[in-house]
C-alpha cells in the first residue's frame, strides 16, 4: 500500500493549495481517508475526513470553511482544498486510509495507512 501525497508549498496569507494523495496497493473506494497535519514542535492533529463514498465529510473546527475534502473513487485520489491560508497552517500535512472506519474518523489511531506528507508553508 502506498499513498503519495503532493501539492504543498510555500505561499502568502490568503492564498490556495490543493492537496493531492493518490493511492495504490488498495481498494481504495473500500477506505475512509483523512487529512492530518503536523506544525514544528506540535503533535500530529486532524484536519478532514471523507467517507468512502464521499457523502460524508467531517472538518477540523480551526477549518472554519476554508479547507474542502474531496475524492475521486476513479483516480484513487483524495483531495484537500486549501483557501485564505493563514500562517498557523504551516504544517507537513498527511493523508491517511482507514479501513476500519469507511465513513471517515478524527481519531489517528484507526488509520491504516499513512503517506509521506507534504510540507505547506504559509507566510504573512
Known amino acids: 500500500v502506498q499513498l503519495q501525497a503532493s501539492g504543498g508549498g510555500s505561499v502568502q496569507a490568503g492564498d490556495s493549495l490543493r492537496l493531492s494523495c493518490v493511492a495504490s496497493?488498495?481498494?481504495?473506494?473500500?477506505?475512509?481517508m483523512g487529512w492530518f497535519r503536523q506544525a514544528l514542535g506540535k503533535d500530529r492533529e486532524f484536519v478532514a475526513a471523507?467517507?468512502?463514498?464521499?457523502?460524508?465529510?467531517n472538518y477540523a473546527d480551526f477549518v472554519q470553511g476554508r479547507f474542502t475534502i474531496a475524492r475521486d473513487n476513479a483516480k484513487t485520489t483524495v483531495y484537500l482544498q486549501m483557501n485564505s491560508l493563514k500562517p498557523e497552517d504551516t504544517a507537513v500535512y498527511y493523508c491517511?486510509?482507514?479501513?476500519?472506519?469507511?465513513?471517515?474518523?478524527?481519531?489517528?489511531?484507526?488509520?491504516?495507512?499513512w503517506g509521506q506528507g507534504t510540507q505547506v508553508t504559509v507566510s504573512s
Open positions: 491517511a486510509a482507514s479501513r476500519r472506519v469507511i465513513s471517515g474518523s478524527n481519531y489517528q489511531g484507526v488509520y491504516d495507512h
Open positions: 471523507i467517507s468512502w463514498n464521499g457523502g460524508r465529510t
Open positions: 496497493g488498495l481498494t481504495f473506494s473500500r477506505y475512509g
